[in-house]
C-alpha cells in the first residue's frame, strides 16, 4: 500500500521538487521559478497543496488568491501565470473575500493511474473547507489551462465553465470558472467506444446520417470504405471510427484519419451525438476521449474542422476543449462556401508543446459536398435509409 501523504508548508526542497515535476509537463515559460515561487510564499505560505510518497513530491495544486485588477485580468484572459509577480498576490487573511486563481494541477507521470489526482484533489477540497472554517471566503475561482490533461481536469473533477480563451502568446490557453459555492467532484458520463467494422457499420451509418443529415455532411462512402481495410484494428492504422455507447445504448461516433502530407498532424473524424442525447456532457467526453487515443500515433498535433453556422453545440465544445482557433479561408479551397458556412479549424498540442497554427493550409474541405451526395446514394442501395 502506497504511503501517502499531504504537505501544505513547503521548504526549498520540496520547492526543488515541484519545479522538476514542472520540467516533466510544462513549455518552458510554464515551468516555475525557484526564486520567484519563494518570493510568493513570502506574502502567502499556504498556496501550495503537495503530494508526497516518502520525502518524494509525486504532485501538487498551486492555489493563489488574486488582487482584484489582477484576477479581472486574468478572467479576461490578458495575462498568464507566468507574468504573476509577489506584488499581485494576497495572503489568506480571515474575513477577507478572495478571488483565487488555480494556477496548477501537475503529477509526476509514472502516478497518473488515478489515485493519486484523487487523493491530491481530496486534500484540495478539505484544505478549501479548512479556509471556510477559518473565516476566509472564496468569491471566484479560475483556472487557466494550458494542457488537454489541464482541460480534462478542469471538466472532470470541478466541473468548470468555459469562459475564454488567454490572448496571450497566440491565443494559447482556456480560462475556466469554478463554481466554488458547489465544490464537489464531478465524474463523467460512462462511455463504451466500440471499433468500427463491417458488423456494425450499418449502425454508424444510420447514426452519423440522423447526426449530419441536416447540414449536407454524411459521410457513409468514407465508412464504407474504412470497414473494408484488413487487418485495421491490429495494426491501429488510421482511419480509427469508433461507435460510442452510453448506458449500452448507441448515441454517437467519434473517429481519427490522417490528411496526406501533413505527417505532425492527426484529425478527428465525425464527432456528433444524436439529438435526443446532447447536453449530457457526452459530447465533450468523447472529443477529450480521442484526444487521448491520438497520443498513441507519435502526432504532434490534433485537429479538426468544422462549421460554425452549421454545427453551433460542437463549435462551443471544440472552443472548450482544444487550444487554438483559426479561420479556414485558403484561396485553392471554396472560398465563398467556407465564408458562408463559416469554417473554423481547431487545434490542440499532443506532445506538452504549444499546438503549431495550421495557417490556412489546404485541407480540400470542399470535397465534403462530394461524399456527401455520394453517401446518400450509397446509404439509399444498401438500403440503410
Avoid at 515561487?37 to 495544486?61: E, F, H, P, Q, S
Avoid at 476566509?136 to 482541460?151: A, E, L, M, P, T
Avoid at 446520417?209 to 491501429?236: C, P, R
Wanted: hydrophobic share 40%; charged share 30%; glycine share 6%.
Amino acid at each position: 500500500m502506497k504511503d501517502w501523504y499531504i504537505q501544505h508548508n513547503i521548504d526549498d526542497e520540496t520547492l526543488q521538487q515541484l519545479i522538476l515535476l514542472d520540467q516533466g509537463a510544462y513549455a518552458a515559460k510554464d515551468i516555475g521559478d525557484f526564486s520567484l515561487c519563494k518570493r510568493w510564499l513570502g506574502v502567502n505560505d499556504k498556496i501550495y497543496t503537495v503530494l508526497k510518497l516518502g520525502n518524494m513530491a509525486v504532485g501538487y495544486i498551486n492555489f493563489i488568491p488574486l488582487k482584484d485588477d489582477v484576477f479581472e485580468r486574468f478572467e479576461q484572459g490578458k495575462m498568464k501565470d507566468y507574468n504573476l509577480t509577489e506584488d499581485d498576490i494576497l495572503p489568506f487573511t480571515k474575513g477577507a473575500s478572495l478571488n483565487c486563481l488555480f494556477m496548477s494541477i501537475v503529477i509526476k507521470k509514472e502516478f497518473r493511474d488515478g489515485m493519486a489526482i484523487i487523493k491530491l484533489t481530496q486534500a484540495f477540497t478539505q484544505f478549501l473547507d479548512e479556509l471556510k472554517s477559518q473565516g476566509v471566503h472564496i468569491k471566484k475561482i479560475i483556472q487557466d489551462c494550458v494542457s488537454v490533461d489541464g482541460i480534462k481536469f478542469a471538466i472532470n473533477f470541478f466541473g468548470s465553465k468555459f469562459v475564454c480563451e488567454s490572448r496571450n502568446s497566440n491565443r494559447f490557453g482556456k480560462i475556466y470558472e469554478v463554481e466554488y459555492d458547489k465544490p464537489r467532484t464531478i465524474f463523467a458520463p460512462k462511455l463504451r467506444y466500440e471499433e468500427l467494422t463491417e458488423k456494425n457499420l450499418k449502425v454508424m451509418a444510420q447514426i452519423q446520417y440522423e447526426i449530419f443529415k441536416d447540414t449536407q455532411s454524411v459521410g457513409y462512402s468514407d465508412y464504407k470504405n474504412a470497414a473494408k481495410l484488413k487487418d485495421k484494428f491490429a495494426n491501429k492504422l488510421l482511419p480509427m471510427d469508433f461507435l460510442v455507447y452510453y448506458k449500452e445504448i448507441p448515441v454517437g461516433i467519434v473517429g481519427l484519419y490522417n490528411v496526406e502530407g501533413y505527417p505532425d498532424d492527426v484529425w478527428v473524424d465525425w464527432l456528433g451525438v444524436l439529438p435526443e442525447y446532447r447536453n449530457r456532457g457526452i459530447g465533450t467526453q468523447m472529443l477529450l476521449h480521442i484526444c487521448e487515443v491520438a497520443r498513441q500515433y507519435g502526432k504532434r498535433n490534433i485537429r479538426l474542422y468544422s462549421f460554425n453556422k452549421s454545427y453551433p453545440l460542437g463549435i462551443s465544445i471544440y472552443h472548450k476543449v482544444m487550444q487554438r482557433c483559426e479561420k479556414y479561408r485558403n484561396p485553392c479551397d471554396d472560398i465563398e462556401w467556407l465564408e458562408d458556412i463559416d469554417c473554423l479549424l481547431f487545434s490542440s498540442s499532443l506532445v506538452d508543446k504549444r499546438p503549431q497554427l495550421w495557417n490556412n493550409k489546404f485541407i480540400d474541405a470542399k470535397s465534403e459536398k462530394e461524399v456527401h451526395k455520394l453517401s446518400l446514394k450509397m446509404l439509399k442501395e444498401d438500403k440503410i435509409i
